[in-house]
């Protein structure tokens, strides 16, 4: 079975500043790894995703998430994030033909100005 | 044009009634899903369903039923609901395939036992 942890349940950052959102996962099979946003009362939308190539995959909003096989995580990167930033964010994992998305507990992002 | 849409987006209701929540998606997926989201904003799968079959059940209480009409739907109904049914339930789809492929979800139901 897939796990996923994020390491913060919130993060408060200044507005310009960069942001690093921590996810690491469990798995004895290959995974495709996500990252989703969830905006106050809406559905989540999907920043990137990780299928296989480069480890580093840049997604939507200027994110970017590194891929890391040898220490199991897909951490989040803004480098200057925005008050429209504010959102809670979701690591996520599939396996390779699953069809059920694991997601972790989410992780606060709190732009300040 | 909304690609996942779900009704209706509030629902408060009494212990003990029965109710339904309704997912339609107009982006020719093949696969639907419905997950719970719980007052610690936890998301979890309930089912999934691919071409109208269900092929994922996550030991979810039976008072759960979730039906596909057609694969452009997945109903949920809600027996006997409890307190602790109260969280906000979304509904996505994805197209079949690998495991890579993007899930496209709706804005949610709140749904609130009282």
């Known amino acids: 079975a897939q796990s996923v942890t994020q390491l913060d349940s919130q993060v408060p950052v200044f507005e310009e500043a960069p942001v690093e959102l921590r996810c690491n996962y469990s798995?004895?099979?290959?995974?495709?790894l996500f990252w989703y946003v969830q905006y106050p009362n809406q559905g989540l939308q999907l920043l990137l995703k990780?299928?296989?190539?480069?480890?580093l995959v840049k997604g939507i909003n200027g994110f970017e998430a590194e891929f890391n096989k040898s220490q199991t995580s897909f951490h989040l990167r803004k480098p200057s994030v925005h008050i429209s930033d504010t959102a809670e964010y979701f690591c996520a994992v599939n396996r390779e033909y699953g069809n059920k998305l694991v997601f972790g507990a989410g992780t606060i992002l709190r732009v300040k100005s | 044009d909304t690609a996942v849409s779900q009704t209706p987006k509030y629902l408060v209701t009494q212990m003990g009634n029965d109710k339904s929540i309704k997912c339609e998606q107009n982006?020719?997926?093949?696969?639907m899903y419905w997950y719970k989201q719980d007052s610690k904003k936890f998301l979890k799968i309930m089912f999934s369903y691919n071409n109208k079959e269900l092929i994922i059940n996550e030991t979810v209480p039976n008072r759960f039923s979730p039906k596909s009409p057609d694969k452009a739907h997945l109903n949920l109904h809600i027996n006997s609901l409890e307190l602790g049914d109260s969280a906000v339930y979304f509904c996505?789809?994805?197209?079949?395939?690998?495991?890579?492929?993007?899930?496209?979800f709706g804005q949610g139901t709140r749904l609130t036992v009282v």
């Open positions: 990780y299928l296989s190539g480069s480890t």
């Open positions: 996505a789809s994805s197209q079949a395939g690998t495991g890579g492929t993007e899930a496209f």
């Open positions: 798995s004895s099979v290959s995974v495709y």
């Open positions: 982006l020719g997926h093949d696969t």
